[in-house]
């Protein structure tokens, strides 16, 4: 068993910064890749961005692709997601997830199911 605690997220204006934080307890955290979705209103859950079990792999979605950074302290069990020149299409609820296997590769991360999720939280970027 696994819990995902996100922080981080709130309102912001377009082209402004933030930062996510997913902490993990319950399982060998180390051994995991971890993954960013978000949900928008009326829309499919989608993938963001994953990485690794060790933190040398990342993989991102077009639509993020040199404005979000993914990244994680494994001492912490924690991943953090940074996210810079937001756009209003960005808003959404981004949650956190971790598959049932260990050493997933991260460009798989949006296709294989998820064992875990964290709890979500808004971010909502105005124009």
């Known amino acids: 068993q696994a819990q995902l605690v996100e922080s981080g997220g709130g309102l912001v204006q377009a082209g402004g910064s933030l930062r996510r934080s997913c902490a993990a307890s319950?399982?060998?955290?180390?051994?995991?890749?971890v993954g960013w979705f978000r949900q928008a209103p009326g829309r499919e859950r989608e993938f963001v961005t994953a990485?690794?079990?060790?933190?040398?792999?990342?993989y991102y979605s077009d639509s993020v692709k040199g404005r979000f950074t993914i990244s994680r302290d494994n001492a912490k069990s924690t991943v953090y997601l940074q996210m810079k020149s937001l756009k209003p299409d960005d808003t959404a609820v981004y949650y956190c997830?971790?598959?049932?296997?260990?050493?997933?590769?991260?460009?798989?991360?949006?296709?294989?199911?998820?064992?875990?999720w964290g709890q979500g939280t808004q971010v909502t970027v105005s124009s």
């Open positions: 990485i690794d079990w060790s933190g040398s792999s990342t």
């Open positions: 997830a971790v598959p049932g296997s260990p050493y997933t590769l991260p460009q798989t991360m949006g296709v294989i199911p998820v064992a875990y």
């Open positions: 319950g399982r060998t955290f180390s051994r995991y890749a």
